[in-house]
């Protein structure tokens, strides 16, 4: 049987200490707020087709990914309704249909 050998207590304490330092350190990167980006005023860009099964903008990665300029949808954002789809904007901005195009607008 192996000779294990009992760490002290301010060695256990020090380990803890550290774990827990990188936890809070790991915690607070993660939740981070993300970093925006201003588009200029009377900036155009299509919007996204929120497409089935998703229900809210928020939820579609695909909508969320294709946001310019680091913009966000909020949670539980709406979708809006045009040309008898469902379109989402991000947060921030405005849709109008242009030209038969659902176009997001910064205001």
């Not at 774990?19 to 009377?42: D, E, F, I, K, Q």
């Not at 903008?57 to 695909?62: K, L, P």
Request: with cysteine; charged share 15%.
């Amino acid at each position: 049987m192996p000779n294990f050998k009992i760490s002290s207590r301010s060695t256990v304490v020090a380990w803890v200490a550290v774990a827990l330092g990188l936890t809070a350190v790991l915690v607070v990167y993660l939740n981070r707020p993300v970093r925006r980006v201003s588009l200029p005023h009377g900036t155009m860009f299509p919007a996204c087709l929120l497409e089935p099964p998703f229900k809210t903008c928020d939820e579609s990665g695909t909508c969320v990914g294709s946001a310019p300029g680091g913009l966000t949808y909020a949670k539980g954002r709406q979708p809006v309704q045009a040309e008898g789809k469902n379109w989402c904007c991000p947060d921030g901005t405005t849709a109008q249909e242009v030209g038969g195009v659902v176009m997001c607008i910064v205001p």
